[in-house]
Each structure stands twice: as structure tokens, then as C-alpha cells.
């Protein structure tokens, strides 16, 4: 028998995603013991959803902010696929000699090759 059930307002601000993570997983394992309290989440997500989805967009102070992060995440997004073109993406064997504490070991890597400091990007086996 459950002899406690969370308020209304820490029901609604779970819905909404603004609970520390302590007390959110709290409420989600007392709403899966809890049809009642499972029943209002429903109700409050889908409220909280249907706000989110009206609200209405808060205009920038300074448009050319937003500009400016726009022009240089699309160069930064261009040189990323222009990379991309450039990696060889065929797999290759490496193997790398370390040493760990005083004993010499071979480690095998398998996959891709960074163009810019040709070592592996795959792990070890």
C-alpha cells in the first residue's frame, strides 16, 4: 500500500523535465507503482507538450549574434564533410609496441586512419 503520493507540483514539474534527477527517478518508480499518479503524468506531459508546441519563439536581442553563429556553424559543418572525404574508410591493421611497467607488449588496432595525424581511430584489440 502507498502511503505517499507526490504533489501536484512536483507531478507537473516531472512532466515537464525540470526535476533533479534524484527526485525524478523517485517519481518514476513511484508512478510505476502508482496508476493514479501515472495517469496525472500523462496528463501533465501531454499539457506541458501542448504548451511547448504554442509557445511562441523569444526574438534575439541582437539578430547579427545569430547570424554570425549561423555563418560559422556552416563552415564549421563544410570542413567536417570535406574531412569526411578525406578519411580512408577502408579497415587497417596497426600495431603499436607499448610498455607497461617495464614489460613490451604489441597491441593490434583495426579500422580507419586519421588523415591529420595518421593513428588509428578504432580501438584496440
Known sequence: MINYHPDEQLLSLHAKGELPLSLSLAVSAHCELCRHCADKIEQLTLVA????LNAQPTASLD???NEAMDAELEAMLN???QMDDAVDVSPKQTKVAVKVKGQ???IQFTGCISPASRKPLARYR
Open 49 to 52: 507538450a501542448e504548451n511547448s
Open 63 to 65: 539578430s547579427s549574434i
Open 79 to 81: 570542413t567536417m564533410m
Open 104 to 106: 613490451r607488449s604489441a
